[in-house]
């Protein structure tokens, strides 16, 4: 019997470590999406050469009884069979799903290529070998607490109401609804047990109860002993079966009403025209609320419209500025090598002019002419100096 | 044995948006069991008429096809005395992608076409083609007789 029970805790483990992803609850799914042998969202695509997917497992299945494809019927064999575009792969191991333990508590959504990793590492309600070394249970990884030593979390413990033993991880929970536990009652102090307690709080003397007519306006509240006593002088219980016959009425008639309502005025006029006024009346409600339908989802249309351009935008803004940013670095490193560029013309320049004027020293007959030529090199150097700036900046405004 | 997915979700799809003139429901201790009803179509010797189906998926649905047949007594050539359809999705054109709702719109279809060419009650089908209007005032009376509508069906 523990055997089997074990075994069956093992499957249960392995199967969560793999889940059947055709019993998964997606979040959104597109029906261009679903299988049409499984009807659930594609797993492990394929593409057939007349151009539909099925999953690859489904379409196999299919192929070994008729060679030919489901949907359109063109024959089709083993070796027409293609693997998924990679879009579509990505399409459908990008979908998100529910966390398989959701009915057992976890919240957790995420795409379902990534769903396997989070059952095995860090979905809370995985059941988990139970720490201790002697114990072949499972328990869900939430009550596993990695400070404190590995202990058992199977040890029967008697219930402190009912003296039932129950497994540690699940005293909890029984507690809470354990037929013996023992309740104290709020208004009367009387002790009851838990299987009492709705025969209790339904009879309790000393529980506050409101007058039976508070509904049509009687503000008397008390406790249920003395409930009678008031009931015998309240006006408003005397006054109830009339009011309660009047309302009876009045939504009787309202109905009426409403129908009358639908039906134009055309009574008087022969059936043949009343009926069709009465059709072109419907088609008119009909159209009216297909109109509203289509205004509304046109307005969704406009607001996912609008995200979408936002998004566009930021994300070119953030472009437009990361370019920004590199020109600026691009235009101080211009400026600072120009800098050094100017930097060592004038020191060519200072150079050759102490040269020059040894030389005119030597020879002052030549000293006109040299000067001359100096003062053409050092102009073209600046004129050559501030072509380039010019060309860089229009670079930059580019 | 579990019921496969498919089954489920075409269940709970058939309850949820259910095809017009047409009503399939599982049977509770067996939810490949399905009590179906068709409404004839209008133009056709059927019309007025709600005739009763037995549907059945066998384990190997939807590699082969759901058992049809039908309960309510109908005059057609292509369903015979025992209520067997002669349907070629029935048979060799089913495919895996066809579901129980096409299969029934697929019936109730045939049932505005009969195809006496390709007969399943010859009987029915050679009175068809020698004097096709006695054939469909025959199949209007059976349509009368055992295809009435039930009391609460028609409020």
Redesign the interface.
């Known amino acids: 019997m523990d055997e089997q029970q074990h075994n069956s805790a093992s499957e249960q483990a392995v199967s969560e470590r793999d889940p059947d992803l055709?019993?998964l609850k997606y979040v959104m799914l597109d029906d261009n999406l679903i299988c049409?042998?499984?009807?659930?969202a594609l797993v492990d695509p394929c593409y057939t050469k007349c151009g539909h997917t099925f999953c690859t497992l489904?379409l196999f299945?299919?192929l070994s009884?008729?060679p030919?494809c489901?949907?359109d019927?063109s024959s089709l064999s083993d070796a027409d069979v293609l693997p998924p575009p990679k879009i579509l792969s990505n399409m459908v191991n990008e979908l998100l799903v529910h966390c398989s333990n959701e009915d057992k508590g976890c919240k957790r959504t995420c795409q379902r290529s990534l769903l396997r990793h989070h059952l095995l590492e860090s979905c809370e309600y995985t059941p988990v070998p139970c720490p201790s070394a002697t114990c072949d249970q499972f328990v869900e990884r939430r009550y596993i607490d990695s400070e404190k030593p590995a202990r058992c979390l199977h040890e029967l413990i008697a219930c402190r109401a009912c003296d039932v033993k129950i497994p540690e991880i699940e005293i909890a929970t029984h507690e809470l609804v354990c037929s013996q536990r023992t309740l104290k009652c709020p208004d009367c102090a009387v002790v009851f047990t838990m299987a009492d307690i709705v025969s209790h709080t339904s009879e309790c003397a000393m529980a506050r109860v409101p007058c039976n007519a508070n509904n049509i306006g009687c503000k008397w509240v008390g406790i249920r002993a003395k409930l009678k006593n008031h009931e015998s002088e309240c006006t408003f219980i005397a006054l109830a079966p009339v009011i309660e016959k009047q309302e009876d009425r009045i939504a009787r008639l309202e109905l009426e009403n409403k129908s009358l309502r639908i039906q134009p005025s055309l009574t008087t006029t022969s059936g043949m025209v009343d009926s069709d006024a009465f059709h072109i009346f419907t088609e008119h409600e009909r159209f009216r609320s297909e109109l509203e339908k289509v205004s509304e989802q046109l307005g969704e249309l406009e607001i996912r419209h609008g995200v979408l351009i936002m998004n566009q935008n930021v994300r070119l803004k953030e472009e437009v500025q990361s370019m920004r940013n590199a020109m600026h670095g691009i235009r101080h490193q211009m400026h600072f090598l120009l800098m050094e560029h100017r930097n060592w013309a004038l020191q060519n320049l200072n150079s050759s002019m102490i040269t020059s004027a040894a030389a005119s020293l030597s020879s002052q007959t030549a000293s006109s002419s040299n000067n001359a030529q100096f003062s053409g090199e050092t102009s073209s150097i600046g004129r050559g100096t501030r072509r380039e700036n010019e060309s860089f900046r229009q670079d930059v405004r580019l | 044995m579990s019921l496969p997915k498919r089954i489920i979700k075409e269940t709970e799809r058939l309850v949820s948006d259910p095809v017009p003139g047409i009503n399939a429901v599982p049977h509770e201790e067996n939810l490949r069991y399905f009590d179906v009803t068709v409404d004839g179509p209008s133009q056709s010797p059927y019309e007025g008429g709600v005739f009763k189906l037995e549907l059945f998926l066998p384990e190997e649905y939807p590699m082969v096809a759901p058992k049809v047949r039908f309960l309510t007594k109908i005059y057609h050539p292509n369903i015979d005395k025992l209520g067997r359809i002669c349907l070629d999705v029935l048979k060799t054109n089913w495919s895996p992608a066809l579901q129980i709702r096409t299969i029934l719109l697929s019936v109730q279809a045939l049932l505005g076409a009969p195809n006496p060419d390709d007969p399943l009650a010859n009987d029915v089908a050679q009175r068809w083609k020698e004097d096709e209007r006695a054939a469909i005032a025959t199949a209007k009376e059976w349509t009368q007789t055992y295809a009435k509508p039930e009391p609460e069906a028609e409020t």
Request: overall charge positive.
């Open positions: 055709r019993a049409p042998i499984c009807r659930c489904c299945k299919a009884q008729t030919k489901p949907v019927r």
